[in-house]
């Protein structure tokens, strides 16, 4: 977790990423994004709930410098990314993780990695559960499971602070889900990464320090879940949370 | 991982396109070397014609513009001659390589101890046997019967302003009577009067190549006008032998430019000379046979420019094709590297390596297959396969705009991928 010390030596936990009143609308003006505000810390795992269409994959892209808002701003450690160049926030400050892994067909899971770290990518590899022969195959002949890994691999080995995973499960069987679920939860907690995931699945957003809940272009907080597997309560607070909306 | 490597990677493991663009390259490369192999052949034949059509103007009295005087043998001209004062004033405008001016005679031949030669084919009576069609060359080299190709030199050489007492005879008239380069023989205009009689050393034999049937110069083997019985005296020489008669001059000369392109303005520079009164002169330009010729090869060498250019557009158009169609399939690809933070022109640059990759493989074999393609496309243009030669410059300037034009087409088949942002690219592929 990213900390400040204070004059008295006080250790804050500091906002890495911040959306003030961040707006976004299609190129015919259909608003899929109002004003959000937002801030995500270091150290904990966010995810990002809502129905199909509702602007979560837009809001991770904006968060990511793939796209830049209509309306407000978005600050990294502070600073405006469109100010400091948002290829330069893609390529030093974030990861991506997507559902459909996105590794490039010609490179081998170790060459994939290498893209973004001068590193040696055999033991980020191993540390999501890669071994030295599947490093070496071609990419496209590794399971769903196995290539989400290199994703990840690749994600870690940018050592960028905040780690954008779009449904990183959602082309996964339920073990490897859960693994990689964990993957992600270790990366958050151990690794000190901001990890914001969009998903459909109440299963990983149970595994998330904080859930979110994009409803008609607006964003509400549900809960900050500890890791001791309140998912009872979660599925409370989304309900309660569903009551208020209606009202 | 830099893109180098990354391009490298991309050329070997997807080398199914790779050989598809590498043999495209291959192929377009060697017809357009080819192409500028037989253009240069074209352009050289060209040259070639300019320096060996003989074209000419003709400066001759304006017989039009004189007056009329009677004599024995009935009404002749009595406009001015053209001396050689005037015709070496001609001579000395610029672009004019040469010329000649001719008389015409029936000199008798003998050999040195004054035995009469004989005709190639003898009648039986010596004095009309020994008698040969003779002309004064100042240039025997521009004399129109060897320009028109009816006689060619086949020993010894040509006679030039500087020779004196020099002859040229058939090697056929030599063989009958034993003589050869080198050897003296004996002229007189006419033995029956005081006519002088000069030693001449034959300079030069040629050989009879004109077609049998060719009436243009009279040609008839069955008389004087038998080419194998023609003479060519210099014309100091001929001055020599007629000093009995009144030297006129010449009522016409023929005057031979370097460049067939600027006899209209070595005419006009003509024209000029003061001192000439062009009334009583006419200049005719004889470029028939320049144009004629040339307006053929001309004909050649566009269809070979138009063919090259063609080839150039069409694969360059089937090369966008190719390079857009692989492009929009590596679209994932570019939203990859892009989400990854990897700016934009250095994914073009990628893509731009990759491809002078197989340029700098294709380019050379190019060359070497185009060494032997070049003669045999060339035979279809009518050229001879030595004479259609790529050279390392045709190779250097095909390697150079290759690579340029191959470049542009990358930049252009990137444009359209290129205007979106990173997220349309992804949400695209998605």
């Not at chain 2, 094709?321 to 492009?327: G, N, P, Q, Y």
């Given at each position: 977790m990213m900390h400040s010390k204070t004059k008295r030596n006080e250790v804050v936990s500091m906002n890495i990423i911040e959306l003030k009143n961040v707006g976004y609308a299609y190129e015919n003006k259909r608003k899929v994004l109002k004003a959000i505000n937002l801030s995500l810390e270091e150290g904990k795992m966010y995810a990002i709930l809502g129905s199909s269409g509702c602007g979560k994959t837009t809001l991770l892209s904006l968060m990511g410098g793939l796209d830049s808002p209509s309306d407000g701003q978005i600050f990294y450690e502070g600073k405006n990314i469109e100010k400091a160049g948002l290829s330069a926030h893609r390529k030093n400050n974030v990861a991506f993780i997507f559902q459909s892994y996105n590794l490039i067909d010609y490179l081998t899971p170790k060459e994939n990695v290498a893209l973004t770290s001068k590193l040696p990518p055999q033991p980020i590899l191993e540390r999501v559960g890669l071994t030295e022969e599947e490093s070496r195959r071609n990419v496209l002949k590794l399971s769903g499971g196995q290539q989400q890994r290199v994703a990840i691999a690749r994600a870690l080995a940018s050592d960028a602070k905040v780690i954008l995973a779009d449904e990183p499960t959602g082309n996964l069987d339920e073990d490897t889900a859960a693994e990689i679920a964990n993957i992600l939860k270790e990366c958050a907690h151990q690794m000190n990464k901001c990890v914001v995931i969009v998903t459909h699945s109440n299963e990983l957003a149970k595994q998330a320090d904080e859930v979110l809940r994009l409803h008609r272009g607006e964003m509400k907080m549900l809960d900050r879940l500890n890791q001791s597997g309140r998912s009872g309560c979660y599925t409370e607070i989304v309900l309660q949370t569903y009551k208020a909306f209606n009202r | 991982m830099n893109l180098g490597t990354r391009a490298i990677l991309y050329t070997a493991r997807k080398w199914k396109k790779t050989l598809l663009l590498f043999c495209l390259l291959l192929s377009i490369t060697t017809l357009v070397l080819s192409g500028l192999a037989i253009s240069d052949a074209q352009e050289e034949q060209a040259e070639e014609l300019r320096g060996t059509t003989g074209t000419s103007f003709t400066v001759s009295r304006n017989t039009a513009t004189g007056g009329w005087g009677n004599g024995g043998n009935g009404s002749y001209s009595t406009q001015e001659y053209l001396t050689s004062d005037m015709m070496e004033k001609i001579v000395a405008v610029d672009g004019i390589e040469g010329y000649n001016a001719s008389i015409r005679t029936i000199l008798c031949l003998s050999d040195v101890n004054g035995q009469w030669l004989e005709q190639l084919e003898p009648t039986g009576h010596s004095m009309v046997d020994c008698q040969f069609y003779s002309y004064s060359c100042i240039n025997s080299e521009y004399h129109s019967l060897f320009l028109s190709g009816a006689l060619e030199m086949c020993d010894g050489e040509m006679l030039a302003p500087s020779f004196d007492n020099g002859i040229i005879i058939s090697k056929e008239i030599a063989d009958k009577h034993g003589l050869h380069v080198g050897d003296t023989i004996q002229a007189v205009n006419d033995p029956f009067s005081n006519d002088k009689t000069k030693e001449l050393k034959i300079v030069g034999l040629f050989e009879v190549v004109a077609d049998k049937t060719d009436e243009r110069n009279n040609f008839n083997e069955a008389s004087y006008y038998d080419y194998a019985n023609n003479a060519f005296v210099s014309e100091t020489t001929m001055k020599a032998l007629l000093e009995n008669y009144e030297d006129v001059g010449y009522a016409s000369a023929d005057f031979f430019v370097n460049d067939p392109e600027q006899l209209e303005g070595i005419i006009q520079q003509v024209q000029k000379i003061t001192s000439i009164n062009w009334n009583n002169f006419i200049i005719t330009a004889n470029d028939e046979v320049y144009e004629r010729v040339s307006s053929s090869i001309s004909d050649t060498g566009t269809l070979v420019t138009t063919l090259i250019?063609?080839?150039?557009?069409?694969?360059?158009?089937?090369?966008?094709?190719?390079?857009?169609?692989?492009?929009?399939?590596?679209?994932?690809?570019?939203?990859?590297?892009?989400?990854?933070?990897?700016?934009?022109?250095?994914?073009?640059?990628?893509?731009?390596?990759?491809?002078?990759?197989?340029?700098?493989?294709a380019f050379p074999?190019?060359?070497?297959?185009?060494?032997?393609?070049?003669?045999?496309?060339?035979?279809?243009?009518?050229?001879?396969?030595?004479?259609?030669?790529?050279?390392?410059?045709?190779?250097?300037?095909?390697?150079?705009?290759?690579?340029?034009?191959?470049?542009?087409?990358?930049?252009?088949?990137?444009i359209p991928a290129m205007r979106l942002k990173p997220k349309e690219i992804l949400s695209q592929m998605e």
């Open positions: - | 250019v063609l080839i150039t557009v069409v694969s360059m158009v089937l090369i966008i094709l190719i390079l857009s169609m692989s492009i929009r399939s590596r679209k994932k690809e570019m939203g990859i590297l892009l989400a990854v933070g990897i700016e934009k022109p250095a994914v073009i640059l990628q893509y731009t390596i990759e491809t002078l990759l197989i340029a700098v493989a074999l190019a060359y070497l297959s185009s060494k032997q393609v070049a003669g045999m496309l060339g035979t279809l243009f009518g050229k001879t396969a030595e004479s259609v030669i790529v050279t390392t410059q045709h190779f250097t300037l095909v390697a150079t705009l290759g690579a340029i034009l191959l470049i542009a087409a990358v930049l252009i088949s990137c």
